[in-house]
Nanobody
Framework: QLQASGGGLVQAGGSLRLSCAAS????????MGWFRQAPGKEREFVAG????????YDADSVKGRFTISRDNAKNTVYLQMNSLKPEDTAVYYC?????????????????WGQGTQVTVSS
C-alpha cells in the first residue's frame, strides 16, 4: 500500500515536498516513480528512482526543478519540487514496481498510491 502526502496550494516560484510512504517489507526491492495528471490530460511521468536510489530519471519538464529521493529505512520516497509553475498543477501519484526499462511508463508499475493534489497559483 502506498500513501502519498504533502500536496497543497503554493504560489508560483514556491516549493513543496511530496512524500509517499509504503507499507510492507519489500519497499527496497521496488523501483519507484512519481506521475501526475492534470484535468483533461493523460497521466505523465515526472521522476523515477531505482531500488537502491543509485539512479534517478526526470521528465524534461521538471529537470533542474524537481528531485526524487528515497529512504529505504523509512519505506518512503520523496519528490522535492522547487520553482513551481502553474503548469505543474495536477494530482501527483506515487507508484511502485516497474522494471527498469519501464520506469518512465505508467503501465509498467504494479502498485499506485491514491494521489495528492498540487495547485500552483500564478
Amino acid at each position: 500500500q502506498l500513501q502519498a502526502s504533502g500536496g497543497g496550494l503554493v504560489q508560483a516560484g514556491g516549493s513543496l515536498r511530496l512524500s509517499c510512504a509504503a507499507s510492507g517489507r519489500t519497499f527496497s526491492t521496488y523501483n519507484m516513480g512519481w506521475f501526475r495528471q492534470a484535468p483533461g490530460k493523460e497521466r505523465e511521468f515526472v521522476a523515477g528512482i531505482t531500488r537502491s536510489g543509485g539512479s534517478t530519471y526526470d521528465a524534461d519538464s521538471v529537470k533542474g526543478r524537481f528531485t526524487i529521493s528515497r529512504d529505504n529505512a523509512k519505506n518512503t520516497v520523496y519528490l522535492q519540487m522547487n520553482s513551481l509553475k502553474p503548469e505543474d498543477t495536477a494530482v501527483y501519484y506515487c507508484a511502485a514496481g516497474a522494471p527498469l526499462v519501464q520506469i518512465a511508463t505508467a503501465k509498467g508499475y504494479m502498485y499506485w498510491g491514491q494521489g495528492t493534489q498540487v495547485t500552483v497559483s500564478s
